[in-house]
């Protein structure tokens, strides 16, 4: 396993997840991409989707694994007369994983504002196991970006706005994950083909010349997932989407935001033969497809034929956003 394990004693504010927590485990796990992360951004009809969602949900990969490792941690602590409990987390509770593991010496906070390790690079998973076992401490890791700013130039949409400051409402990783609504129209064409998530600060990091692939079999990228064609991804109803993405965590976002994220790579496409399938979500019960299915189309058909369309379809439309978007096309 590609795991890197340091102790940290965390002691510097009330305990509001667990009061009786004496020690947090931090600990990082590699899942470097093998190859170019961001190959796909350049095939313009293909979705390009983050490199951790590229397999199965690393929360169910990674938690096994803490609850097997605090297992084995209590059975050492009980072979030296010593009783005490844990808890396991990924992602499921307030943990500031990231400075926690600066402090324990697994790495240092990036000015993109992610972990980067001298062995790993950019690309870890964090999680963390608390006990109530007294542990020593480890020595933490010191900053090592230097006056490197390739992160922060690499940003398509600039949010990276200063040195270890994010502005989460300009991140792709926000607008294509957690952003419920439409995503603001000046940002849409930066997205470019991004349909989930962003590696392009990941991946611009000097220090990822030592990275290395992950070696967990289920942290392999499946195939179908590294540069899926935009028409396959269009044409999935809800029960394919959710059979094609089971286990991973593209699922969880659900399938009217996928739709609208595809939708989104399609109007950056620059393919018109992918017209039809925009024209076809015109009919979706969701605003948040219908919205970006009139955008795309706007893109991507010449003036006169979207004129045409929109005095078919725009004037049947009952929902303020989608039909502010006819509005916007006509002004094109």
Known sequence: ?????????????????????????????????????LAALAEKSAGNISVYARHR?????????????????????????????VKVFVDTAPVMEKPLAEAAGLGWQGKHTNLV????????????????????????????????????????????DAPYQIDARLCISYLTIEARGQVPRVLREKIGNRIYGCDDCLAACPWNKFARTAREAKLQARADLVAPPLTELATLDDAA????????????????????????????????????????????????????????????????????????????ESDPDVRAEWEWGLTL
């Open 117 to 160: 390790s001298r062995d790993f690079g950019s690309w870890l998973f964090l999680a963390s196991i608390f006990t109530t076992l007294d542990l020593p401490r480890d020595a933490p890791e010191g900053d090592r970006c230097g006056h490197c700013r390739a992160c922060l130039d690499a940003c398509p949409t600039a949010a990276l």
């Open 57 to 85: 949900d690393y929360h169910d990969i990674i938690k096994g694994k803490l609850k097997l490792l605090a297992g084995a941690v209590l059975a050492r602590a009980r072979e030296l007369g010593e009783a005490g409990e």
């Open 241 to 316: 989407f959710r059979a094609k993405f089971a286990g991973g965590p593209v699922k969880r976002i659900g399938f009217a935001r996928f739709l609208r994220n595809v939708l989104v790579a399609i109007g950056n496409s620059g393919d018109l033969s992918l017209a039809p399938l925009a024209e076809a979500r015109l009919a979706h019960e969701s605003p948040l497809v219908r919205g970006m299915a009139v955008w795309a189309l706007a893109r991507l058909l010449s003036r006169e034929k979207f004129i045409t369309l929109a005095e078919a379809r725009g004037g049947r």
């Open 1 to 37: 396993m590609d795991w890197l394990a340091e102790r940290r004693d965390w002691r510097a504010e009330p305990q509001k997840l667990w009061p009786e927590v004496r020690s947090i485990i931090l600990l990082g796990m590699n899942y470097g991409p093998e190859g170019d992360a």
